[in-house]
Protein backbone atom coordinates (compact mmCIF):
# COMPACT_ATOMS: atom_id res chain seq x y z
CA UNK A 1 0.00 0.00 0.00
CA UNK A 2 1.10 3.39 -0.60
CA UNK A 3 2.25 5.32 2.69
CA UNK A 4 0.90 9.37 2.96
CA UNK A 5 3.25 11.76 2.65
CA UNK A 6 2.02 15.16 4.37
CA UNK A 7 3.55 17.88 3.22
CA UNK A 8 3.79 21.65 4.64
CA UNK A 9 4.24 24.31 1.92
CA UNK A 10 5.32 27.15 3.93
CA UNK A 11 5.48 29.57 0.74
CA UNK A 12 7.30 33.41 1.08
CA UNK A 13 6.22 32.73 5.93
CA UNK A 14 8.70 32.66 8.28
CA UNK A 15 12.35 33.49 9.19
CA UNK A 16 15.41 31.35 10.73
CA UNK A 17 14.26 32.20 14.12
CA UNK A 18 10.36 31.47 13.47
CA UNK A 19 11.92 28.26 11.81
CA UNK A 20 13.46 27.01 14.94
CA UNK A 21 10.17 27.72 17.28
CA UNK A 22 7.83 26.03 14.92
CA UNK A 23 9.66 22.48 14.99
CA UNK A 24 10.66 22.92 18.94
CA UNK A 25 6.29 22.68 19.39
CA UNK A 26 5.78 20.52 15.81
CA UNK A 27 8.07 17.55 16.45
CA UNK A 28 6.67 16.49 19.75
CA UNK A 29 2.82 16.63 18.65
CA UNK A 30 4.17 14.23 15.41
CA UNK A 31 6.49 12.14 16.46
CA UNK A 32 3.91 9.37 16.78
CA UNK A 33 3.37 9.61 13.31
CA UNK A 34 4.27 6.20 11.74
CA UNK A 35 1.33 5.92 9.53
CA UNK A 36 2.56 8.79 7.47
CA UNK A 37 5.40 10.51 5.85
CA UNK A 38 5.87 14.25 7.21
CA UNK A 39 7.97 17.08 4.99
CA UNK A 40 8.25 20.51 5.70
CA UNK A 41 9.54 23.11 2.22
CA UNK A 42 10.47 25.95 4.06
CA UNK A 43 12.19 29.21 2.12
CA UNK A 44 15.07 28.45 0.83
CA UNK A 45 16.77 30.41 3.28
CA UNK A 46 15.18 28.61 6.00
CA UNK A 47 16.47 25.28 5.10
CA UNK A 48 19.64 24.94 6.93
CA UNK A 49 18.01 25.91 10.44
CA UNK A 50 14.93 23.42 9.39
CA UNK A 51 17.40 20.57 8.89
CA UNK A 52 19.39 20.92 11.76
CA UNK A 53 15.72 21.47 13.82
CA UNK A 54 14.70 17.90 12.25
CA UNK A 55 17.89 16.23 12.11
CA UNK A 56 17.34 12.43 13.83
CA UNK A 57 13.42 12.85 13.56
CA UNK A 58 10.64 11.63 11.27
CA UNK A 59 10.29 14.70 9.74
CA UNK A 60 11.81 15.33 6.25
CA UNK A 61 12.56 18.91 4.70
CA UNK A 62 11.85 19.85 1.22
CA UNK A 63 12.49 22.95 -0.81
CA UNK A 64 9.91 24.58 -2.84
CA UNK A 65 11.65 25.00 -6.37
CA UNK A 66 14.72 24.51 -7.83
CA UNK A 67 17.17 25.85 -10.83
CA UNK A 68 16.40 24.04 -14.32
CA UNK A 69 19.83 22.67 -15.05
CA UNK A 70 22.53 21.37 -13.26
CA UNK A 71 25.08 23.26 -12.71
CA UNK A 72 26.60 26.52 -11.49
CA UNK A 73 26.89 29.28 -13.20
CA UNK A 74 25.66 33.13 -13.90
CA UNK A 75 21.87 32.98 -12.78
CA UNK A 76 21.53 35.77 -9.97
CA UNK A 77 18.59 34.70 -7.38
CA UNK A 78 18.65 30.70 -8.78
CA UNK A 79 19.09 28.00 -6.53
CA UNK A 80 20.20 24.25 -8.21
CA UNK A 81 19.05 21.18 -7.13
CA UNK A 82 22.47 19.48 -6.24
CA UNK A 83 22.46 22.86 -3.44
CA UNK A 84 19.76 21.46 -2.16
CA UNK A 85 20.66 17.89 -1.91
CA UNK A 86 24.07 19.02 0.30
CA UNK A 87 22.05 21.49 1.84
CA UNK A 88 20.20 18.33 3.46
CA UNK A 89 16.75 18.61 1.67
CA UNK A 90 15.00 15.52 0.51
CA UNK A 91 11.95 16.82 -1.75
CA UNK A 92 11.37 19.97 -3.92
CA UNK A 93 7.89 21.34 -4.98
CA UNK A 94 7.60 21.67 -8.78
CA UNK A 95 5.38 23.65 -10.64
CA UNK A 96 3.46 25.08 -8.23
CA UNK A 97 0.38 27.47 -9.40
CA UNK A 98 2.34 30.13 -7.72
CA UNK A 99 4.77 29.87 -9.93
CA UNK A 100 2.98 28.86 -13.15
CA UNK A 101 1.00 31.86 -11.97
CA UNK A 102 3.68 34.43 -11.17
CA UNK A 103 6.83 33.79 -12.20
CA UNK A 104 6.67 31.98 -15.85
CA UNK A 105 6.76 28.48 -15.45
CA UNK A 106 5.48 25.96 -17.80
CA UNK A 107 4.87 22.28 -18.10
CA UNK A 108 8.49 22.20 -20.45
CA UNK A 109 10.33 24.20 -17.10
CA UNK A 110 8.32 21.64 -14.98
CA UNK A 111 9.90 19.09 -16.90
CA UNK A 112 13.37 20.39 -17.00
CA UNK A 113 13.14 20.99 -13.33
CA UNK A 114 11.90 17.74 -12.05
CA UNK A 115 14.47 15.90 -14.30
CA UNK A 116 17.57 18.41 -12.85
CA UNK A 117 15.77 17.70 -9.18
CA UNK A 118 15.76 13.36 -9.81
CA UNK A 119 19.54 14.09 -11.30
CA UNK A 120 20.83 15.59 -8.04
CA UNK A 121 18.81 12.85 -6.24
CA UNK A 122 15.53 15.11 -4.87
CA UNK A 123 12.38 13.38 -4.67
CA UNK A 124 10.35 16.17 -7.04
CA UNK A 125 6.70 16.95 -5.71
CA UNK A 126 5.25 17.98 -9.28
CA UNK A 127 2.00 19.69 -8.88
CA UNK A 128 -1.13 20.15 -11.60
CA UNK A 129 -4.33 21.69 -11.27
CA UNK A 130 -6.80 23.61 -12.72
CA UNK A 131 -8.38 27.12 -12.82
CA UNK A 132 -11.66 27.89 -11.71
CA UNK A 133 -12.98 28.66 -15.34
CA UNK A 134 -11.31 25.59 -16.98
CA UNK A 135 -13.44 23.64 -13.73
CA UNK A 136 -16.76 25.33 -14.68
CA UNK A 137 -16.11 24.77 -17.80
CA UNK A 138 -15.81 21.41 -18.28
CA UNK A 139 -11.97 21.83 -19.22
CA UNK A 140 -10.68 19.63 -16.15
CA UNK A 141 -9.55 16.51 -17.52
CA UNK A 142 -7.96 17.95 -20.59
CA UNK A 143 -6.31 20.67 -18.74
CA UNK A 144 -4.88 18.06 -16.45
CA UNK A 145 -3.80 15.76 -19.33
CA UNK A 146 -1.58 18.57 -20.83
CA UNK A 147 0.25 19.27 -18.13
CA UNK A 148 0.65 15.92 -17.47
CA UNK A 149 2.11 15.20 -21.14
CA UNK A 150 3.99 18.42 -20.61
CA UNK A 151 5.20 17.94 -17.62
CA UNK A 152 5.67 14.09 -16.44
CA UNK A 153 4.81 12.02 -19.42
CA UNK A 154 8.52 12.14 -21.02
CA UNK A 155 9.87 11.04 -17.75
CA UNK A 156 11.53 7.47 -17.75
CA UNK A 157 9.98 4.97 -16.33
CA UNK A 158 12.81 5.06 -13.88
CA UNK A 159 12.36 9.01 -13.26
CA UNK A 160 8.91 8.43 -12.83
CA UNK A 161 8.98 6.06 -10.00
CA UNK A 162 10.62 8.47 -7.69
CA UNK A 163 8.13 11.16 -8.19
CA UNK A 164 4.70 12.27 -6.30
CA UNK A 165 2.05 14.03 -7.92
CA UNK A 166 0.27 16.75 -6.17
CA UNK A 167 -3.22 17.79 -7.61
CA UNK A 168 -3.73 21.19 -6.49
CA UNK A 169 -6.98 23.17 -8.01
CA UNK A 170 -6.02 26.41 -8.38
CA UNK A 171 -9.92 27.44 -6.90
CA UNK A 172 -9.04 25.98 -3.73
CA UNK A 173 -5.63 27.26 -3.44
CA UNK A 174 -5.20 29.60 0.02
CA UNK A 175 -9.27 30.31 -0.71
CA UNK A 176 -10.67 28.32 1.91
CA UNK A 177 -12.94 26.21 -0.55
CA UNK A 178 -11.54 22.92 -0.31
CA UNK A 179 -12.58 20.05 -3.20
CA UNK A 180 -15.19 17.79 -1.96
CA UNK A 181 -13.81 14.12 -1.24
CA UNK A 182 -15.89 13.10 -3.98
CA UNK A 183 -14.21 15.57 -6.84
CA UNK A 184 -11.14 14.99 -5.33
CA UNK A 185 -11.17 11.62 -5.88
CA UNK A 186 -12.87 11.60 -9.53
CA UNK A 187 -10.00 14.21 -10.76
CA UNK A 188 -7.24 11.81 -8.70
CA UNK A 189 -8.68 8.87 -10.11
CA UNK A 190 -8.54 10.55 -13.49
CA UNK A 191 -4.89 11.59 -12.87
CA UNK A 192 -3.89 7.58 -12.17
CA UNK A 193 -5.57 6.61 -15.18
CA UNK A 194 -3.54 9.46 -17.25
CA UNK A 195 -0.37 7.39 -15.49
CA UNK A 196 -1.37 4.05 -16.13
CA UNK A 197 -1.88 4.15 -20.08
CA UNK A 198 1.50 6.01 -20.20
CA UNK A 199 3.74 3.98 -17.40
CA UNK A 200 1.56 0.97 -16.96
CA UNK A 201 -0.56 -0.58 -14.38
CA UNK A 202 2.35 -0.99 -11.75
CA UNK A 203 3.05 2.26 -11.86
CA UNK A 204 -0.58 3.84 -11.82
CA UNK A 205 -1.15 1.39 -8.06
CA UNK A 206 2.62 2.57 -6.48
CA UNK A 207 2.47 6.68 -7.63
CA UNK A 208 1.38 8.88 -4.45
CA UNK A 209 -1.04 11.58 -5.62
CA UNK A 210 -1.79 13.93 -3.08
CA UNK A 211 -4.40 16.44 -2.29
CA UNK A 212 -3.81 20.16 -2.32
CA UNK A 213 -6.07 23.32 -1.83
CA UNK A 214 -7.49 24.69 1.60
CA UNK A 215 -6.62 21.28 3.73
CA UNK A 216 -7.32 21.88 7.43
CA UNK A 217 -7.42 19.46 10.68
CA UNK A 218 -11.55 19.47 10.28
CA UNK A 219 -11.69 18.63 6.49
CA UNK A 220 -8.25 16.19 6.51
CA UNK A 221 -10.12 12.66 7.34
CA UNK A 222 -12.75 13.10 4.47
CA UNK A 223 -9.97 13.63 1.89
CA UNK A 224 -7.71 10.69 3.34
CA UNK A 225 -10.74 8.26 3.38
CA UNK A 226 -10.58 8.50 -0.66
CA UNK A 227 -8.59 5.79 -1.91
CA UNK A 228 -6.88 7.67 -4.66
CA UNK A 229 -5.73 10.27 -2.02
CA UNK A 230 -2.57 9.55 -0.76
CA UNK A 231 -1.72 12.87 1.22
CA UNK A 232 -1.72 16.47 1.24
CA UNK A 233 -0.05 19.29 0.35
CA UNK A 234 -0.89 22.11 2.95
CA UNK A 235 -0.27 25.55 2.59
CA UNK A 236 -1.64 28.03 5.15
CA UNK A 237 -2.10 25.46 7.71
CA UNK A 238 1.17 24.45 7.84
CA UNK A 239 2.32 27.38 9.32
CA UNK A 240 1.06 26.84 12.95
CA UNK A 241 2.51 23.36 14.64
CA UNK A 242 -0.75 22.68 16.16
CA UNK A 243 -2.76 23.09 12.93
CA UNK A 244 0.03 20.98 10.99
CA UNK A 245 0.02 18.25 13.71
CA UNK A 246 -3.82 18.16 13.48
CA UNK A 247 -3.83 17.03 9.34
CA UNK A 248 -0.82 14.72 10.17
CA UNK A 249 -2.32 12.70 12.73
CA UNK A 250 -5.40 12.56 10.21
CA UNK A 251 -6.11 8.97 11.97
C1 LIG B 1 -0.44 25.15 -1.34
O1 LIG B 1 0.21 26.15 -1.17
O2 LIG B 1 0.06 24.24 -1.99
C2 LIG B 1 -1.77 25.06 -0.76
C3 LIG B 1 -2.49 24.01 -1.04
O3 LIG B 1 -2.20 26.12 0.04
P1 LIG B 1 -3.46 26.13 1.03
O4 LIG B 1 -3.39 24.86 1.84
O5 LIG B 1 -3.26 27.35 1.88
O6 LIG B 1 -4.68 26.19 0.20
Same mark, same amino acid.
Given at each position: ? +? @????????????????????? $??????? #?? #?????????????????? /???????????????? &??????????? *????????????????? !??? *???????????????? @? /?????????????? !???? #? *? +??????????? @????????????????????? &?????????????????????? +?????? /? *?????? $????????? &?????????????????????????????????????????
Amino acid at each position: M +R @TPLMAGNWKMFKTPADTTAFF $DKFLPLV #AG #AAHADVAICPPFINIPAA /VAATSGSNVTIGAQNC &YWVNKEGAFTG *EVNAPMLKAAGCTWVII !GHS *ERRQFFGETDATVLQR @T /VAALEAGLKPIVCL !GELL #A *E +RESGQTNEVLK @TQFLGGIAPLTPEQFAQIVIA &YEPVWAIGTGKVATPEIAEDTH +RAIRAL /V *EEKFGA $DAAAAVRIL &YGGSVKPDNVAGLMAQPNIDGALVGGAALKPEDFAGVVNFK
